[in-house]
C-alpha cells in the first residue's frame, strides 16, 4: 500500500522541505539519468543508494521492494532491444542493459521518495505555494483513497472467484474474461463510492469547508535545504556537461 511505504525517521532527508525533495529526487534525478552519458550511471546510482543510507531506512527492507523492477526491467528492455534496436547483437544487449539502468535508477529514487515523504506534506507543500486548501486536500483524499481501492478491489475479486469467476487471460475464452471483469465493475464502483462519502463525511464531521479560510503554513528553507538543492544543481550541471 502506498501510504504504508512512508517511514518516518529522523534523518536529514525526511526533515527536508517537500518541494525540495519533489524537485530535486522527481526532476533533476531523472534528467541525470536519462540525459547523461553512460559513463554518469554508476555514478548516479552509487549518488541514489547514498541518499538510501542517508534517510536511514533498512537496506533490506528497500531492496524488498525494489528487487523485482530490476528483474522486470533487464528482461523487458533487454528482449526490446533484441528485437526492435538496430547494431550487432553485443550492441542491442548493451543498449537494453543501460536502458535498464536507467529506468532502475529512476525507480530507486521514486521509491525513496516515497518512503521519505509524509502523505500530509503533499497538501501542505500545496499550501505553501498559496493554492487553494481545497485542492492540496483533494490530492490528499486521492492519495488516500489508492489502498483502500485496491484493498477493497482485491476483496470484490476473492469474492467474484469464489463464485466460480475465472480473470485467468486466455485467448480460447475471451468473452469468459470479459463477463468476469464486468462482474467486477458494479461492487467496485459501490464500493469505491462508498469509500469516498466515508472519508468526505469524515472531514465534514471535523469542520472542514472548501470554501473556509485556514491558517497557510510558513514556507521554510533550512540550510540543510539550500544545501541539497544546490548540491543537485551541480550534479545535473556536470551530468549535462560531461
Not at 152 to 181: C, P
Request: hydrophobic share 55%; glycine share 4%; net charge positive.
Amino acid at each position: 500500500m502506498i501510504n504504508q511505504l512512508y517511514l518516518s525517521k529522523n534523518s536529514v532527508i525526511h526533515r527536508l522541505n517537500f518541494w525540495v525533495k519533489f524537485v530535486c529526487f522527481l526532476m533533476i534525478y531523472p534528467a541525470i539519468v536519462l540525459f547523461s552519458r553512460d559513463a554518469i550511471l554508476p555514478l548516479a546510482m552509487i549518488l541514489a543508494f547514498s541518499f538510501v543510507l542517508m534517510s536511514r531506512i533498512p537496506l533490506s527492507v528497500f531492496w524488498r521492494q525494489i528487487r523485482l523492477y530490476l528483474l522486470v526491467y533487464c528482461v523487458i528492455f533487454l528482449l526490446v532491444a533484441i528485437v526492435f534496436a538496430p547494431g550487432t547483437i553485443e550492441g542491442r544487449l548493451y543498449q537494453g542493459f543501460v536502458f535498464a539502468v536507467k529506468m532502475f535508477n529512476i525507480t530507486v529514487i521514486g521509491l525513496l521518495f516515497t518512503y521519505v515523504t509524509d502523505p500530509i506534506e503533499f497538501p501542505t507543500g500545496l499550501l505553501m505555494v498559496r493554492l487553494p486548501h481545497k485542492y492540496g486536500i483533494a490530492l490528499m483524499v486521492s492519495y488516500r483513497m489508492i489502498p483502500l481501492v485496491a484493498q477493497r478491489l482485491t476483496n470484490v475479486m476473492w469474492a467474484q472467484k469464489a463464485r466460480g469467476a475465472e480473470f485467468s487471460l486466455s485467448l480460447t475464452k475471451i468473452h469468459l474474461n470479459l463477463r468476469a471483469l464486468f462482474s467486477l465493475l458494479i461492487p467496485f464502483i459501490s464500493s469505491s463510492l462508498e469509500a469516498s462519502v466515508a472519508l468526505t463525511d469524515t472531514l465534514i464531521s471535523r469542520g472542514y469547508s472548501p470554501d473556509r479560510r485556514i491558517t497557510l503554513p510558513p514556507w521554510r528553507l533550512t540550510l540543510n535545504d539550500g544545501a541539497v538543492t544546490s548540491f543537485f544543481i551541480v550534479v545535473l550541471f556536470f551530468a549535462l556537461q560531461y
